[in-house]
């Protein structure tokens, strides 16, 4: 699996419900990355993008990150494509001569349109050659297409068509070694209980048993040793629909070989097991673990055609996407999946919480600034590299709205020295900026309440409980009244839906520096919030425009105040 794991992009993501600050840092560290020394580097996002996001990304020139929803590792990321495969009309040599080439001790077998028909083992394999059972009649027959025994055999043919290859028969070998009474009398017996027409007669340089043969009229005569036939004997068993061939290994050699000409859809079992393509390893371990099947065809979920296989051996240890966390540090927060990938990198400006693990020590850069865009921006000072402007601009979007353009108490000089700099490499007016930026659609007044609460939502635990804050901006407050109370009736939903303890919708005027919060949840906790009470649901927060240092310190004091 290394050389797929190296083909893995390797993804920079932000938290669900991505905010400016959360897309723009992962466009500018994956820029950062690809610089030094990850090619492979990838912005991704796992949530959409907002108006104002968008925005910035058209003035920037800027693609919006990948969609990605789910980062565990899938049975289509992993399984190898590059695959032995076999058509259900292939011959017992042509599998063994495939399988053994490649090492390989199970294959799929493939109709001509793709759709896997069954998977065929070595054991399988042994059930073409050993007949079921071992007298009698059954011991001589064998159900096989005469053009296919030609091709194996590498014979000649004469007499009537060999037919298609599909066209299989269930031909019984009669050996002419015997006496030629011997022979004459097994073709009679034949002939008189009707199964003439069945016989495969094999033979050397005996002409008599060639013309034996064609007077009663078998199915097939196969002369061995290079061997030839009379003319006239030709033309006869043409006449007779008589099919004809000449092989040039010995008698002993060719019985055999007329097994090896039986096509493996003879032992194809229909009860194998296929994988979705989009289904989890982790899943496929639980549901395989106790099959006896031990490769797995991976098909595509559009078209259910082949992409690949895997065995119960590569779910042992499969490889993880690789991550990069920028602008949270909690599974709570990440992408779906996140517990079963590599997390290699965390940027991050929040307080530490969670429950992130690695298996290997990774860089892990945590700053009290206003914003993660600012870490990344001096990445890139620090190494003397200088972001393309496009990125510049996604850097500086992602401080402005993160520091209100260096007005939020979350501000550090830091904040100050890279917004400057980037405005500088981005060629922009940073106050200018900051108009236009605020003032891109208002969610308030055009946006859907999934769209208001949605926009920019994290979820956090503490002492046990599990709270979530979702906050937006506006350039003043004319169209809250009008939506208050359909916002209050999302939030409730969402207390039952996913089990909240308490969550808090803040609405905040950049202009006036001044924040309304809803909010629902326990009594208790909402009496305990440490805001002017405007009703029962709502609260005025003066001056509070800072969810991280302001507004989620205050929740964490009112569950304190909550569990004395």
């Given at each position: ?136 009649i059954a011991v001589r027959t064998v159900l096989v297409a005469l053009k296919n025994m030609a091709a194996t055999l590498q014979a000649a043919t004469s007499g009537a068509p060999c037919p298609h290859e599909e066209d299989e028969e269930n031909l019984i070998i009669l050996v002419g070694a015997s006496s030629q009474d011997t022979i004459e009398k097994r073709m009679q017996q034949a002939k008189d ?372």
């Amino acid at each position: 699996m290394d050389s797929w794991k190296s083909d893995l992009p390797f993804y920079v993501i932000g938290h669900r419900n991505p905010d400016t600050d959360a897309i723009c840092s992962a466009i500018g560290h994956a820029a950062l990355l690809r610089l030094t020394g990850e090619p492979r580097a990838t912005a991704a996002r796992c949530g959409e993008v907002t108006q104002r996001t968008a925005w910035v990304l058209q003035e920037a020139g800027v693609e919006a990150p990948v969609l990605i929803d789910d980062v565990r590792t899938t049975a289509g990321m992993m399984c190898r494509r590059d695959v032995v495969q076999l058509s259900p009309n292939d011959t017992f040599l042509a599998a063994y001569q495939k399988m053994l080439g490649a090492g390989v001790r199970a294959v799929p077998v493939v109709d001509d349109d793709g759709h896997v028909m069954g998977i065929l083992r070595y054991l399988d394999l042994l059930e073409l050659l050993v007949p079921a059972e071992t007298e009698g009649i059954a011991v001589r027959t064998v159900l096989v297409a005469l053009k296919n025994m030609a091709a194996t055999l590498q014979a000649a043919t004469s007499g009537a068509p060999c037919p298609h290859e599909e066209d299989e028969e269930n031909l019984i070998i009669l050996v002419g070694a015997s006496s030629q009474d011997t022979i004459e009398k097994r073709m009679q017996q034949a002939k008189d209980e009707g199964m003439i027409e069945r016989f495969l007669v094999i033979c050397g340089d005996r002409p008599y048993v060639h013309k034996l043969a064609i007077d009663f009229g078998v199915r097939a005569l196969l002369i061995t040793g290079g061997y030839g036939i009379d003319p006239e004997l030709e033309k006869m068993a043409q006449e007779k629909n008589i099919c004809l061939l000449f092989a040039k290994q010995d008698t002993a050699s060719c019985t055999t070989l007329i097994r090896c000409s039986r096509t493996v859809r003879n032992v194809l079992d229909e009860g194998f097991i296929t994988v979705s393509a989009k289904e989890p390893v982790s899943l496929l371990k639980k549901r395989l673990t106790a099959t006896v099947q031990e490769l797995f065809p991976v098909l595509c979920e559009d078209n259910q055609l082949l992409l690949g296989v895997v065995s119960k051996s590569d779910l042992v240890d499969p490889p993880r996407l690789r991550l990069a966390l920028v602008d949270h540090n909690e599974y709570a927060q990440a992408v779906r999946g996140v517990e079963e990938a590599e997390i290699v990198e965390v940027i991050d400006h929040h307080r530490l919480a969670g429950n992130l693990v690695s298996r290997e020590p990774i860089r892990y850069l945590n700053e009290p600034v206003g914003s993660t865009s600012t870490l990344v921006a001096r990445k890139f000072a620090h190494r003397d590299l200088t972001p393309e402007p496009g990125v510049s601009l996604c850097l500086l979007a992602g401080i402005v709205s993160d520091t209100l353009n260096l007005t939020s108490p979350t501000t550090t000089d830091l904040d100050r020295d890279m917004l400057h700099w980037l405005a500088q490499v981005a060629g922009v007016d940073a106050a200018e900026f900051t108009r236009k930026f605020f003032a891109i659609g208002s969610l308030l007044a055009n946006g859907t309440v999934e769209d208001i609460v949605n926009a920019d939502r994290k979820e956090f635990s503490d002492d046990g409980l599990k709270i979530s804050i979702a906050q937006v901006e506006e350039l003043g407050m004319e169209a809250l009244s009008a939506r208050q109370q359909e916002l209050l009736d999302y939030l409730q939903t969402l207390i039952v839906s996913e089990q909240l303890d308490l969550i808090c919708l803040v609405i905040t005027d950049v202009t006036e520096h001044y924040s309304h919060i809803i909010a629902a949840g326990n009594d208790s906790l909402l009496s305990s919030l440490p805001y002017q009470r405007l009703g029962p649901h709502s609260f005025a927060a003066p001056g509070v425009v800072s969810r991280k240092k302001q507004i989620f310190p205050s929740v964490c004091q009112a569950i304190r105040v909550y569990l004395r």
